[in-house]
Nanobody
Framework: QVQLVESGGGSVQAGGSLRLSCVAS????????MGWLRQAPGKERERVAS???????IYADSVEGRFTISKDNAKITLYLEMSSLKPEDTATYYC??????????????????WGQGTQVTVSS
């Protein structure tokens, strides 16, 4: 059974750091494209970062230089290291996977599989 289970969200002050984790089971870890997206109340879901199976990474301009996406093959886990957090980073963060997407990984909000989301709140 395919599952994406996020953890690591929480509340932090501006300037702080958090690390989100997403355990990808059921064979989904080897997807061509995996990513993190977020959605704040009243706003559309937006791409944060993506990673292709060859290691290529893509970041939204708003998080470039502050966030890092990575994978741990031994733990079948996708990570999002977030630093220098800002109040505008407050959102529910979702882990997602698309087994087939190669060209265009990171250029779309469309993924086949989604986690349940984890809340990140950044206070000023």
């Amino acid at each position: 059974q395919v599952q994406l289970v996020e953890s690591g969200g929480g509340s932090v002050q501006a300037g702080g750091s958090l690390r989100l984790s997403c355990v990808a089971s059921g064979g989904i870890y080897n997807s061509n494209c995996m990513g993190w997206l977020r959605q704040a109340p009243g706003k559309e879901r937006e791409r944060v970062a993506s990673i292709r199976s060859d290691g290529r990474t893509i970041y939204a301009d708003s998080v470039e230089g502050r966030f890092t996406i990575s994978k741990d093959n031994a733990k079948i886990t996708l990570y999002l290291e977030m630093s220098s957090l800002k109040p505008e980073d407050t959102a529910t963060y979702y882990c997602a996977a698309d087994p087939r997407r190669w060209v265009g990984c990171g250029a779309s909000n469309e993924y086949n599989y989604w986690g349940q989301g984890t809340q990140v709140t950044v206070s000023s």
